[in-house]
């Protein structure tokens, strides 16, 4: 009978690399990482692993082993689930990755109505950006991520997860209340704004790929970024006081700020989703769904304070042609 602790540290080896990254995520030490491998080994017949230089990979069978993980590790997740289920408590750890804007608008306003509805659940909560949080779920180190998707940059979609966009906000054009580009109130063309600098979030992001992409596709020119943050507050400090130009996503609000103007966008409507994700499944555990509705929940409350934000995927904004 194989082992189903010794198969989830095949499949991490396969998905992590390395030994000592197998460790790290299962908070093993890497010599009884590789004993565990060993004895897989022995209960296979065959060898799984190989030693190339001072890594291990798998071998042939072991790749075979590891598509055949997949399937039990699934499997065994989703009984446990299914039991967690059965049993209706909302207890445990549910852990919520989001990036600022969703901590800000949906996350943090959905923790109070959770601590009174459940006191026996914890919900820890993190900041990431980054694409890797994705896998990061697929590897059950956390449970329930928020992500930000923009309506030309979709994020491809997953077997292994479940992606439900829970609101849409316009993206618009922040610029210096003194530019001369946004005299007059209307829309400003991308087209015409080659030689202003920028500011935008680090490269890797949504926003710093939306940038590029927007002022290649509308403008046909790469943007000169000056000013670099994942903190939406530095950046509109940048465009009040740097003179930069910035694409703001209305949840920023940066209609009001002094020194600002914000303007619509000529060329196409851009409009940034914020995506909820969970493993396939999961929300039948009683704690993550508990946590998926409480977001909702939020989503709901957020759309009917803000008119110009819409419940879903907003139909109306266009990839620009």
């Known amino acids: 009978m194989l082992d189903l602790g010794r198969l989830r540290m095949l499949r991490e080896l396969k998905l992590r690399g390395t030994v000592g990254a197998v460790a790290d995520a299962l908070g093993y030490s890497p010599s009884a990482v590789s004993q565990q491998l060993a004895q897989l080994q022995r209960e296979v017949g065959v060898p ?3 030693r190339v230089g001072r890594r291990l990979r798998l071998t042939e069978a072991g790749e075979v082993l590891t598509r055949h993980a997949e399937t039990l590790l699934a499997q065994a997740q989703r009984a446990e689930e299914e039991a967690l289920a059965a049993s209706g408590r909302v207890a445990g750890v549910v852990r919520v990755v989001g990036f600022q804007t969703a901590l800000l608008h949906l996350i943090a306003p959905a923790l109070p109505r959770l601590a009174a509805d459940h006191p026996e659940l914890v919900v820890d909560v993190h900041e990431e950006e980054f694409s890797r949080v994705l896998q990061a779920l697929v590897l059950q180190e956390i449970d329930v991520v928020l992500t930000d998707e923009y309506s030309h940059l979709p994020r491809p979609r ?6 439900e966009v829970l609101v849409s906000e316009p993206v618009r054009l922040a610029l210096p209340e003194d530019d001369p580009l946004a005299a007059g109130g209307g829309p400003v063309r991308i087209a015409t704004m080659a030689d202003r600098v920028w500011a935008s979030s680090h ?16 403008g046909r020119y790469r943007p000169r970024v000056r000013y670099r943050s994942n903190d939406f507050s530095v950046l509109l400090a940048m465009v009040a006081k740097g003179g930069a130009a910035f694409l703001v996503p209305e949840l920023a609000a940066a209609d009001g700020e002094p020194g600002i103007a914000v303007r ?10 914020v995506v909820m994700w969970t493993r396939a499944g999961a929300e039948v555990r009683p704690s993550v769904h508990a946590v998926l509705e409480a977001l909702r929940v939020s989503a709901d ?11 879903g995927i907003d139909a109306g904004a266009g990839a620009g042609e």
């Open 48 to 50: 799984v692993v190989e």
């Open 158 to 163: 997953r077997p292994e997860l479940a992606a």
């Open 203 to 218: 490269v890797g992001t949504n926003l710093a790929d939306l940038l590029e992409r927007t002022c290649v596709e509308l």
């Open 264 to 273: 619509d966008i000529a060329e196409a409507g851009i409009s940034r989703g």
């Open 301 to 311: 409350e957020l759309v009917a304070r803000r008119p110009r934000i819409v419940r």
